[in-house]
């Protein structure tokens, strides 16, 4: 055939991955702490004021930091201490953060500033940008006595009940995005969040922020309506506690707290819905992840939820903690209550005398054989290190064996993949079995240094004909013969309109695996107006595709979208080959891209939820979860074969099922619950919400 054969294929990577995936599961796999962090809306209050704690006097606790630090801490604290000096510096940083400022303005752009800032500011509150700077901050902690990190990915959204909106750290997304079945703010959340897990080991904590998610699930959240089902389920706050509450109902046990969920003291109806979790805890026999702070959300949450005074929030912090160690909070642990259930008790406080107040009670309680619940401290990274170092002392103050647990709650991230799934595929694949595509050479154009050394890492044994490089893209697509688009939805304008890209695509083939973008919005960003036959010979050709997420395991159904004008015939055979290397491919009219999007990208998730279900209950009749997995996993890949080797699902099921047997009493359950009908109108509304994005009514939606 034409040199075409010969091609040389770039990937753009991003920081998003861009499945189609509509819903996020969120599953716990790591023997680690948990903690799920967000907002408790909670109305009463409890108790009276609980005394000053008298202070052991003990050596100067600031005495084990490096002097370099100290230093740094005093800048910090003195510009943070000052309002004229505050104010101005935070909107210098917001200024300097904003990815699209001039390269001498931008912190990711401009190395000295990046300097300064990451050596004054950042290190001051963070653990590190990357895996490498996380864990040497995290060992250097634990080496002053530290007991373990609270670690959390650098993304948050603050919901401002004054304004009723969100506001964001990240993508902003357009009204297309919102009703879209893909929210890069959630995903980007989700990778980070997993990258997190990898970060932390045994006697850590995963902070886990529902809030980094974006405005998207945070603005749901807070207006009691239903976020993407991208996100987790829930109307509401209330809807939030009570996801954590089932996820402590499945990993809380014998004692031992996997998952804490955080309880704001400032709060008026936190005490309420603290007696209300107890009782769940005492009635259903998990253990309680109390995780108990003060507040931060003072300036952005409705005035008439917070306590009057300051006082009245140090006595109601102050109370919840003592009645955790005590075992009586409310009714619950009273004489005519529920018994006191098994709690975990993690106060994180910048207040020195709740804290000691706190251990010294506990300390007397063990000390005296009393009933009482294990107690952890936490802190803030960069913040009251006198606090968490007198904390420490008191081992050898009192002589203990055992002293106070301390932790530090740190962040990490950048100051400011299914490309990766696919390359894998192109590069480890021997092209000798391929007479279509046979490239010899590919490039990966990333964003940043980190994502240079990670797919250097990933592809450490093919270098010799990858080449990767950082933020030159129109210098990649010139080298290039078929270039493909796998970055984040929101990047996809500013990537495209890089001045001279648009030439030098000219008479190449783009694949883009990106969600949310058609192919005549991908033309029209490039060109002004859309491809045709008189004006294609100045053009690239673009293909839209869309790939599931088990494009990571080679599984992936890609949907194609059929072209007009077509593609030439050598460009359909190259996207055909590329593409079932991760698995089958299928070509879809344009105006059913939609519903591919759901029926490829949501199913993966609803199957998940169905396996999740038969292993839980598997549980329930006694089988271990290990070996549950085992076999429900197996049945789906064996039913799957069976299915794909022609025998209709209605034939496979007869063949299950006997008279008055197992199987047919519990498919007889499953059809007078409905499942049938719940199952399909899942998938006719994740269609809908995706064909909600371009406008496009159809008889079938589920909202007429």
């Not at 405005?215 to 239903?226: K, R």
């Not at 078929?482 to 500013?494: K, Y």
């Amino acid at each position: 055939m034409s040199s075409k054969l010969q091609q040389e294929i770039l990937t753009f990577t991003g920081v998003g991955v861009p499945t189609t995936t509509s819903r996020m599961t969120l599953k716990l796999t790591r023997s680690c702490y948990g903690i799920v962090q967000h907002h408790i809306r909670c109305n009463s209050t409890i108790g009276s004021s609980v005394g000053k704690a008298s202070v052991p006097t003990l050596r100067p606790p600031l005495a084990v930091l490096p002097t370099g630090t100290l230093l740094r801490s005093l800048l910090v604290s003195a510009i943070s201490s000052n309002r004229y000096l505050l104010l101005p510096s935070l909107s210098i940083l917001s200024y300097l953060s904003d990815p699209q400022r001039a390269a001498l303005l931008s912190v990711d752009k401009n190395p000295v500033l990046h300097a300064v800032l990451k050596k004054t500011f950042y290190e001051q509150f963070c653990a590190g940008e990357n895996a490498e700077e996380t864990k040497k901050s995290m060992e250097k902690l634990k080496q002053l006595g530290i007991r373990g990190i609270i670690l959390t990915y650098a993304r948050e959204t603050v919901f401002d009940h004054k304004r009723n909106k969100a506001q964001p750290q990240g993508h902003i997304l357009d009204e297309q995005n919102v009703a879209a079945n893909y929210c890069p703010n959630i995903e980007a959340w989700r990778k980070g969040t997993l990258e997190t897990i990898d970060l932390i080991s045994e006697g850590d904590y995963l902070a886990l922020k529902l809030s980094g998610a974006g405005p998207v699930a945070t603005g749901a959240f807070n207006a009691g309506e239903l976020p993407p089902q991208q996100m987790i389920e829930a109307l509401d706050e209330r809807g939030i506690a009570r996801v954590t509450l089932d996820l402590m109902r499945k990993y809380n046990r014998e004692g031992y707290a996997l998952v804490y969920n955080t309880y704001q003291a400032y709060l008026k109806s936190t005490p309420k819905l603290i007696e209300e979790h107890l009782e769940a805890a005492s009635k259903e026999g998990f253990t309680l992840g109390l995780k108990l702070v003060r507040g931060a959300y003072i300036a952005s949450d409705e005035r008439s939820l917070i306590h009057d005074t300051k006082l009245d929030t140090d006595n109601a912090y102050n109370n919840i903690a003592q009645g955790a160690l005590k075992q009586h909070i409310g009714k619950v642990g009273g004489v005519d209550g529920h018994p006191f259930p098994s709690v975990n008790l993690f106060l994180a406080t910048h207040n020195k005398e709740s804290l000691f107040a706190a251990y010294e009670l506990y300390r007397q309680r063990e000390k005296l054989n009393l009933p009482t619940v294990p107690v952890r401290f936490g802190q803030l990274h960069g913040m009251s290190d006198e606090v968490s170092f007198s904390l420490i002392q008191l081992k050898n103050f009192y002589n203990d064996n055992v002293g106070p647990e301390v932790y530090k709650c740190s962040t990490w991230g950048s100051m400011r993949n299914l490309g990766t799934s696919i390359l894998a595929s192109l590069i480890d694949s021997s092209p000798e079995g391929d007479s279509v595509l046979s490239a010899r050479q590919f490039i990966a154009c990333v964003r940043s240094d980190s994502s240079v050394e990670r797919v250097k890492e990933r592809f450490s044994s093919h270098l010799t004909k990858l080449k990767v490089v950082k933020e030159s893209n129109v210098g990649a697509v010139r080298e290039s013969d078929v270039v493909i688009l796998s970055v984040d939805p929101s990047d996809v304008e500013s990537t495209l309109r890089q001045s001279e890209l648009c030439d030098t695509l000219k008479n190449k083939l783009l694949i883009s695996v990106v969600a949310g973008w058609t192919r005549k919005k991908l033309e029209t960003t490039l060109y002004g107006s859309e491809t045709t036959v008189a004006n294609m010979e100045s053009r690239c050709q673009i293909v839209r595709t869309l790939p599931n997420i088990a494009a990571t395991v080679a599984e992936s159904t890609t949907a194609i979208e059929t072209s007009e004008p077509p593609l030439a015939p050598h460009y359909v055979q190259i996207t055909d080959s590329i593409f079932n290397r991760i698995g089958k491919t299928v070509y879809i009219d344009p105006k059913l891209m939609d519903a591919a999007t759901a029926v490829g990208g949501s199913t993966p998730a609803f199957f998940s939820i169905i396996c999740d279900a038969l292993i839980d209950a598997s549980v329930a009749v006694g089988v271990p979860r290990a070996i549950a997995q085992t076999m429900i996993f197996q049945a789906m890949k064996g039913t799957a074969t069976l299915l794909q080797s022609g025998i209709h699902p209605g034939v496979l099921k007869d063949q299950g099922t006997s008279p008055e047997g197992c199987t047919i009493g519990g498919l007889m359950v499953l059809e007078e619950a409905g499942i049938r009908g719940h199952v399909g109108k899942a998938l006719r509304e994740a269609v809908t919400i995706s064909r909600l994005m371009g406008n496009v009514a159809h008889v079938n939606d589920t909202r007429q």
